[in-house]
């Protein structure tokens, strides 16, 4: 029985133990109630005899000494029962926070791909806390209420089975109107929260991008849409509230009519004088105790139905798969690749299902160089550095590292080499020194300085009121964009790894700290894996470059990335009739790198320029109409949305437009 109560409310060994010792005390407490009722009705019996009879009143010892067993018992039960139905609980509800939190940790990012934030969110906190609540005021409560009001059953039906009968009947029929709904209200439980993830994700989008929203003059807009998500999460409470309510309230009436058939039955009873009188109030006193127990459980029936599905999606975290390696990871030397390597993202992750990033991929980032991945947006540059750093497991072929394939090695022991800088900083509410720290727990104070002042950081440091002991505020809130890259840069200088991973490095780097982190890369003697599309920057440091193409194609070029760009404006127009011409097949495998050679622009190429400028000259047009109709404040939601998705693509089309016009203006003619 308790192995799938465990289950079913997705309790520890110790939660279950809680469970029992909750519903004994709780039973106890109510026993030791419902045994106050029965010694007063032995006292009010003697009274009664010493009224109709002149029998002795009863002494007044016994009576003063009962009561204060009966109220030492009763306080040291309602002691016990509050422990175990709720500190016990609170404490199992935290340790459930904190597994899911760490089977959070130890799952492939692909889970998140797949679920939304704002879900996880509201199950960490939302169905936690109603698992709380149901934990602490209905199981001990109800099965405490069930048991002892089956004990007092049993033991009336020896004084009248009539009046017990009419006495308890109430309380089966009230509880199976409350169960046979169970089926009816889950969905209405469900509906009931989808809404509220609703409302959390909005008001998480509202935070974060406040600043765009002002910055184009849509609060009005923006507003309106959160206010149409909180209205409608309103509606949908308001109706399972009622729905809940009114059934609720049916249970209770039911419960209620056992008091009448006991009057009724009662004064039957007694009118054929098959009980005296002093029985029928003895019974009337239990009525008006035995019933208590259930009002609470009747009225949190719903949420113990509802704990069922919080249960159910806090199991389903708990079964997901984690990615398991092994903990040992010695690689023979740090050399990075690429096997034939094939990745796409599965059925509902990112939103694009089953959608082909990389398609048979092979390259060797090599230890000693910097290798740059170039290429448009969404060519997948971003999904190769993350597949590098086991983030994601390949679907057909391999990613080595040292010649250890990542997909054997414990994420986490394979990411103690390395060291990644995202595009989005991200800083903990913490000082300046334990931000830092992070790169190496075991760091000196003095080695923390040293890194700090390698990266710039020492100048606004000090300049801060507590200097490295300043709180920095949640995710740096109290910085500069350029101060935070600096302090994330730190814990790279820190991390020693001999694995780097740099998603756009140079964002909001003044020249100084850039100088730095070129410095640092031309001296690393591990593997460097950059994604960037500053021009300068990679000239400067990238020896090795890796060009994306459509489709998942990759193309390997020896040199920077100033040389592939020239390199591609010098490939000759014979070069695209070359499957058909075999002399100029020959011609153009010999033909070499000419480095700064100067030639004329061919009929084809002259054309493609034209066009360019108008193309580039329309595209322009619409960016400028875009940024306008943002900024003008009349859209409405849907059109905001339509608007600013396209804006991006806009300005990618155009960068690439951009470049190629550079490229044809630097040929002759």
Known sequence: MFASFQKKYFLSDKGVAGVKRGIFWTTLTNLITMAGMGFFFLVMAGFVEHLASGADLPD??????????????????????????????YEECGKQRMEIAERLRKLPLSFFGRRDLADLTETIMGDVQAMEHAYSHVLGELWGAIIASAIVFVASLFFCWQLAIAAFWSVPVAFAVLYLTRGPMTPVFDRVRAEKVKVTEAI???????????????????????NAVIDAEERETTKGELANGLLVNSAFVILRLGVATTLVTGAAVVASGQVDFLVMFAFLLMVSRIYAPFDQALMLMSE????????????????????????????????????????????????????????????????????????????????????????????????????????????????????????DVLLFDDTVMGNIRLGRRDATDEEVLAAARAANCDEFVCRMPQGYATMIGENGSKLSGGERRKLYLCTVLMRNPNFLVLDEPTNDLDIQTLEVLEEYLQDFPGCVIIVSHDRFFMDKIVD???????????????????????????????????????????????????????????YKEKCEFERLEKEIAALEEEQKTIEEALCSGTLSIDELTEKSKRLPLVKDELEEKEMRWLELSEIDG
């Open 60 to 89: 007044a010892l016994p009576i003063v000494g009962g009561l204060l067993v009966f109220f030492v018992l009763l306080f040291a039960s309602n002691w016990q029962q509050y422990y175990y139905t709720y500190c016990i609980f």
């Open 204 to 226: 998480q989008e509202t935070l974060d991008c406040v600043r765009e929203i002002r910055a184009t003059n849509q609060e009005a807009h923006y507003l309106e849409g959160l």
């Open 304 to 423: 113990l139905f509802a704990a069922e599905s919080s249960a159910k999606r806090m199991r389903s975290i708990m079964e997901e798969p984690v990615a398991r390696g092994s903990e040992k990871f010695e690689p023979a030397g740090h050399d990075v690749v690429f096997d034939h390597v094939a990745f796409g993202y599965g059925a509902g992750e990112d939103g694009r299902a089953g959608e082909k990033v990389l398609t048979d991929v092979s390259f060797t980032a090599k230890e000693g160089e910097v290798t740059a991945l170039v290429g448009p947006s969404g060519s997948g540059k971003s999904t190769v550095s993350r597949l590098a750093a086991r983030f994601w497991d390949a679907t057909a072929g391999k990613v080595t590292v040292g010649g250890v394939d990542v997909a054997s090695v414990d994420s986490e022991v394979l990411l103690r080499d390395y060291a990644i800088v995202f595009q």
């Open 544 to 602: 090795h470059l890796l060009v994306f193409r459509s489709e998942g194609e990759i193309k390997d070029f020896p040199g920077n990335y100033t040389q592939f760009r020239e390199w591609e404006s010098l490939k000759p127009k014979e070069q695209a009739d070359a499957k058909n011409n075999a002399s100029d097949n020959d011609k153009k495998e010999k033909r070499e790198f000419v480095g700064e050679q100067r030639r004329k622009k061919t």
